[in-house]
């Protein structure tokens, strides 16, 4: 919770984008939905980094970066064991210049072991993976800010690469890093310029309930602040709200929610806990009321965490847009 000590709270931003791109067809569709983030006022358009049916982020970023005008174009998150840092830094900075200066750039460790199994990509421990995360976005942010790198690590090795083209923002396009766990979390409070706080999830990519409350979310807020030191302040948090439901009555539709989830729905949450309707309610993973009622919630949820950054599945965009000008001005 933010303290008498606590700078301003920041600007609410809203990203569509995520998980939910894979569901949503062709690449030509793919940019339809780009195009209309746009149009609704979503601030940013964001691409998540699957083998499996979905665009490939590298290649949707640049075609984003001429069929859109003004939203900013990212990733959520590349898993890092697909490419080489200095491969990345290349892509990254040439998107940058052909978006005028309007990439975001998310990264991960890599969590689908199916994904990487299946490419004939090693699947290391979770500290290997984390440790080799570490390494990568050191070698990012030298080669992005068009710097000559040189570094000798465990897992890669530079020597005397500079970055090239030089980026269109400075000193470097920012670097989003998402996690959940307090390693996870503290690597990002370390490296990145906007952490998504993403809650604990099964092994099978499902969320589990019982990480969404306030209560949890309050917890890695903790865990990034005191990883982060002086520089938590300079950090934008991010989160992504899953389900959306517009109505008149809230605390029925949270009843008639929690009665769904015991029943699997919807089928990307893991019911490993018993929440109470107070608890849904104030979860910032979760949306429920009328249009006034969400924005009164995205406020009290950017009071009690500092979480300003908001995200929405491009499946709920068009719900969620009237929502937007109720904290444009917040």
Known sequence: MSTPTDPPLRKFRFAAGGEGNKQEG????????????????FDSFVIPDHLGDQVG?????????????????GTAVLANGFRHPAVLAKDAATIDVLSKGRLELGIGAGWMKDEFDAAGIDYER?????????EALTILDTLLRG??????????????L???????????????????????LALAAKHADIISLVPSTTAEGKLKLSGITMDKTRERIDWIR???GDRFHEIELNWTITMIVITDDREQTAEMALAALDRGFPPNIEVDARLTVEEILASPYIAIGTFEEIADQVRNVRAATSMSYVGVFPTQMEAFAPVIPLLSDS
């Open 126 to 134: 979770p500290g290997e993976r984390i440790e080799k995360l570490d």
């Open 226 to 228: 005191e990883a982060a």
């Open 26 to 41: 062709g690449a030509r569709r793919f940019l339809q939905l780009a195009r209309t983030a746009e149009e609704l006022g």
């Open 147 to 160: 710097q000559e790198c040189t570094f000798h690590g465990k897992h890669y090795r530079i020597d005397g």
């Open 162 to 184: 500079k970055g090239s083209p030089r980026p269109r923002q400075g000193p470097r396009p920012p670097i989003a890093v998402g996690g959940g766990g307090p390693k996870m």
């Open 57 to 73: 982020p590298i290649a949707a970023l640049g075609a984003l970066a001429v069929a859109t005008e003004n939203i900013r174009i």
